[in-house]
């Protein structure tokens, strides 16, 4: 299982807008709904920011929204904030209980 | 609060194995299951896969079947990720995560322990 290709940075400036797309196969993410986006912090665990392509959990900003289309999932950051430079991976069923990480995208606020 | 509280930094030689522990704790450890998630120096996150700890069912990464085995012990609500056969590019820090099934989330982690594999 391959994993999912991710832009290897994306920056912008305080209050713009960016997206980070998340590409898979029909097999995974364009096939299952199961798409998540995680934030880490370098030297800390990952937190779960989306899950099933666009619902947040309790506690995480509106800013933060996801979408899909096709084999490509997206997770869009509004109103970028200082305290939103981490890295962000995306996360997908691929079936048969098996599931794989995308490659890492650094968000870099300028 | 719910909490999972990992076994501290190991330092290994090649071929030796090594046992993390993922103390759980503040919620009902029947009622999720357990991930594993592995991250090497600099680099990105790994799915090593999970436990159904009612069941004992397993599901391993393809990338470790063979090499890992992922156990646990009920009676102290704690998850145990082995790894066998260590190598040098092994190296990394080892997450356990409580997962939900039902949406494909992990949404508490441990800390991350560290693994040195190294002659």
């Known amino acids: 299982q391959s994993a999912l290709t991710q832009p290897a940075s994306v920056s912008g400036s305080p209050g713009q807008t960016i997206t980070i797309s998340c590409t898979g196969t029909?097999?995974?993410?364009?096939?299952?709904?199961?798409v998540s986006w995680y934030q880490q912090v370098p030297g800390k665990a990952p937190r779960l920011m989306i899950y099933?392509?666009?619902k947040r959990p309790s506690g995480i900003s509106s800013r933060f929204s996801g979408s899909k289309s096709g084999n490509t999932a997206s997770l869009t950051i509004s109103g970028l904030q200082a305290d939103d430079e981490a890295d962000y991976y995306c996360?997908?069923?691929?079936?048969?209980?098996?599931?794989?990480f995308g490659s890492g995208a650094k968000v870099t606020v300028l | 609060q719910v909490q999972l509280v990992q076994s501290g930094a190991e330092v290994k030689k090649p071929g030796a194995s090594v046992k993390v522990s993922c103390k759980t704790a503040?919620?009902?450890?029947?009622?999720?299951?357990i991930s594993w998630v592995r991250q090497a120096p600099g680099q990105g996150l790994e799915w090593m896969g999970w436990?159904?700890?009612?069941?004992?069912?397993?599901h391993y990464s393809q990338r470790f079947q063979g090499t890992i085995s992922m156990t646990a012990d009920r009676s102290t609500s704690t998850a145990y990720l082995e790894v066998k056969s260590l190598r040098s590019d092994d190296t990394a820090v080892y997450f356990c995560?409580?997962?939900?099934?039902?949406?494909?989330?992990?949404?508490?982690w441990g800390q991350g322990t560290l693994v040195t594999v190294s002659s």
């Open positions: 996360f997908s069923y691929a079936g048969s209980s098996i599931y794989v």
């Open positions: 029909s097999n995974d993410v364009g096939y299952y709904d199961l």
């Open positions: 436990m159904n700890v009612n069941s004992g069912d397993t």
């Open positions: 995560a409580r997962y939900n099934r039902d949406d494909s989330t992990s949404d508490y």
């Open positions: 099933e392509v666009t």
């Open positions: 503040g919620y009902s450890f029947f009622s999720y299951a």
